[in-house]
T-cell receptor
Framework: NAGVTQTPKFQVLKTGQSMTLQCAQD?????MYWYRQDPGMGLRLIYY???????DKGEVPNGYNVSRLNKREFSLRLESAAPSQTSVYFC??????????????FGPGTRLTVL | QKEVEQNSGPLSVPEGAIASLNCTYS??????FFWYRQYSGKSPELIMS????GDKEDGRFTAQLNKASQYVSLLIRDSQPSDSATYLC?????????????FGKGTKLSVKP
């Protein structure tokens, strides 16, 4: 049981390049999330998918797109990378439920540098 | 705007002491509260969740929630150097269309041997 996995672990891009960050979970969770974490800014939600087939914007969606490929996989795409997108990206998943049933579990993160 | 306020620290305590981490939140409708621990270069991992007013204990960790004061805290008893990390407070409001976690910026804890 690997939990939440992310690839790649590290990536360096040049401004204007595109890339896709991959995330998969094996906990049979319905909900998946993408966050970015910057020094002094805490974790900020980029996009989330409450269930397979649905996606919604979070706090900082500009410059990103997502795809919920199936129940297990949720990818984040940067179409034209900018230096402001240099960050650590975390994927998370949770069950859908009420109070006490939807703890979020995080993947190991992708450290992205845009030059 | 939903916000979580945490003292960024660093909070330094000697080994064996009690570390007290505090968090206030702005959303009175919040129903779930979480403490995550994040080691440098690693991902957040859940330490405690609390949903009702009062105390919840798990080993050396105690979470305290006071919804009237919009305040949640985490006490770490018998602090160990291995507890040195950044602690993130988060809350969730299940009402509305976006019941997602709102995170604080974290408090960095340093436990000195």
């Amino acid at each position: 049981n690997a939990g939440v996995t992310q690839t790649p672990k590290f990536q360096v891009l040049k401004t204007g390049q595109s890339m896709t960050l991959q995330c998969a979970q094996d906990m049979n969770h319905n909900s998946m999330y993408w966050y970015r974490q910057d020094p002094g800014m805490g974790l900020r939600l980029i996009y989330y998918s409450a269930s397979e087939g649905t996606t919604d914007k979070g706090e900082v969606p500009n410059g990103y797109n997502v795809s919920r490929l199936n129940k297990r996989e949720f990818s984040l795409r940067l179409e034209s990378a900018a230096p402001s997108q240099t960050s650590v990206y975390f994927c998370a998943s949770s069950e859908v439920g009420g109070v006490g049933t939807d703890t979020q579990y995080f993947g190991p993160g992708t450290r992205l540098t845009v030059l | 705007q939903k916000e979580v306020e945490q003292n960024s620290g660093p909070l330094s305590v000697p080994e064996g002491a009690i570390a007290s981490l505090n968090c206030t939140y702005s959303d009175r409708g919040s129903q779930s509260f979480f403490w995550y621990r994040q080691y440098s270069g690693k991902s957040p991992e859940l330490i405690m969740s609390i949903y009702s007013n009062g105390d919840k204990e798990d080993g050396r960790f105690t979470a305290q929630l006071n919804k009237a004061s919009q305040y949640v805290s985490l006490l770490i008893r018998d602090s160990q150097p291995s507890d040195s990390a950044t602690y993130l407070c988060a809350f969730k409001n299940y009402g509305g269309s976006q019941g997602n976690l709102i995170f604080g910026k974290g408090t960095k804890l340093s436990v000195k041997p």
